[in-house]
């Protein structure tokens, strides 16, 4: 029987800034994170938005939550504050364990609406989290395919 | 010699939406295209924020590109309108012969700022192309990597 994976917030520090050089979607985000460290900008062990999993010491999975004010929510109703997800990512021999679920659920567990705009061909997967497409909107949207989860007594808006 | 290849806007019709279906970044805003056409929300041929590039009768290379009033601009200083560029990918077979470069010099003719949130593994091109990474805010760039590109008079706004 699977264990649940515990899922924890990831602290700025150089150990876990490592850690995620091997992720794929590395960015702007991280180096952003190293240079405010290294520049005495940030603290050692400040918060960070990730939420990662360790098997042992190692990380294994990975993801990005922000939460979203009301007033810049353009995607719910009634408009209140949610959650945006990104950077959601397993390392190759981690997946299907279930870890991506543990992460999701984790971010679920909030009970905000959750937005994220998921890479090319992990639709599969966002459909048995239970995220649905928005409705496109260009002026809102551009280059984004949002997804969308909402907690009972919350709908999308129209668009 | 190679000569200039014709930028040209890219109307809604059936022909074209069917062509957007062998370019890699095809999603949720092809998908809405599509179903306004159908129930007859937009009218055959209405403008669409797509520009593209045709060889002979198919067409080879795109782009999305989208005018953001000033006034939600936070990027630029001082605010101003600039250009969202999304969906920039030339078919395989056409790669090479400056497709893309043509696209994005059409881009940077309205002479406007201009952002994109390029895919990973893209940033040689975007290097040669004079964009640069914008400073990273996790406010406001969530998971997106933006790189900005200049016209005289515009800097970048502090974050």
């Given at each position: 029987m699977m264990t649940k994976s515990k899922v924890q917030p990831l602290l700025v520090n150089y150990k876990t800034l490592e850690e995620f050089k091997?992720?794929?979607?590395?960015g702007n985000q991280e180096l952003a994170m190293l240079e405010d460290l290294e520049g005495n900008i940030v603290e050692n062990d400040s918060e960070s938005p990730f939420y990662g999993v360790y098997y042992g010491s190692a990380l294994v999975a990975r993801m990005s939550l922000y939460r979203v004010q009301s007033k810049y929510?353009?995607?719910?109703?009634?408009?209140q504050d949610y959650l945006e997800l990104w950077k959601l990512e397993v390392l190759p021999d981690y997946r299907g364990q279930g870890y991506g679920k543990d992460l999701v659920d984790f971010a679920k567990s909030f009970e905000l609406p959750i937005k994220t705009n998921p890479r090319i061909n992990s639709h599969d997967f966002w459909e048995k989290m239970d995220f649905k497409k928005a409705n496109y909107d260009v002026e809102r949207d551009l280059g984004e395919n949002p997804l969308i989860w909402l907690p009972s007594g919350v709908e999308e808006r129209d668009v």
């Open positions: 091997r992720f794929k979607e590395y929510d353009k995607y719910f109703t009634p408009p």
